[in-house]
């Protein structure tokens, strides 16, 4: 069994849903004058986890002019068919231009969970018995969620018609939950009332 140690992790951003709640792409909402998006990324950055990966769907055309040069944008041809399809675009791409990696499932609704929660998820692959990593704040497991290479694998090559949660189910015992204190691994952001609350965490623009 490989030394996950020493494999490097990629993020993938997951950005595909329709935003249809929300009524505008979550992606490009502002956040103490970020983007969702570019907080996302910054942050990814800032905790050492590269490549980055950004999937979209239906607002691809607005979200790649927001990217930086070094992040790779992918289109899911079929963002119909749930979050899981992203998902898994995005990790049939890694697996042919960066394979053997780590890969952190980002969620672009949880725009504020820290850096310093990032780096806590890819410390703790350090074991070779540890497949899946979670964030866990008050007793509650959330996002975003760490796979090991043969996780990356299993979930790649997983039923298209399930879910993510589905494919966790299967490997429960190989989850280690994590605790950080971060609630904003709980923070999802959905409708304009959840916008309205998460950004008066945070100084600068707030919502319209």
């Known amino acids: 069994m490989p030394n996950v140690f020493k494999v490097t992790t990629a993020g993938l951003l997951i950005s595909g849903g329709r935003s249809e709640r929300m009524g505008r792409p979550k992606a490009l909402l502002d956040l103490g004058g970020q983007t969702f998006l570019g907080r996302i990324l910054a942050n990814l950055l800032a905790a ?9 769907g239906s607002h691809a055309d607005l979200i790649e002019p927001q990217l930086p040069p070094e992040v ?5 041809p079929n963002p119909d068919r749930g979050m899981f399809s992203s998902i898994q675009c995005g990790l049939e791409f890694l697996s042919q231009r960066a394979p053997g990696q780590a890969v952190l499932i980002c969620l672009v609704d949880h725009p504020a969970v820290a850096p310093s929660t990032y780096e ?14 979670r964030p866990r704040n008050g007793g509650r497991s959330g996002h975003p969620i760490l796979l090991s290479p043969e996780m990356v694998n299993l979930a790649r090559r997983a039923d298209p018609r ?4 589905d494919v966790l189910r299967s490997q429960h015992t190989a ?21 309205a609350t998460i950004a008066t965490r945070f100084p600068g623009k707030h919502p319209d």
């Open 48 to 56: 050492g986890v590269s490549p980055r990966i950004v999937v979209a």
């Open 72 to 76: 790779a944008l992918i289109r899911n």
């Open 120 to 133: 806590a998820l890819v410390r703790a692959l350090r074991s070779e018995v540890l497949r899946i990593v």
């Open 162 to 165: 399930g879910t993510l949660r």
């Open 175 to 195: 989850i280690l939950d994590l605790d950080v204190e971060d609630p904003a691994i709980h923070w999802d952001v959905d409708t304009p009332e959840d916008y």
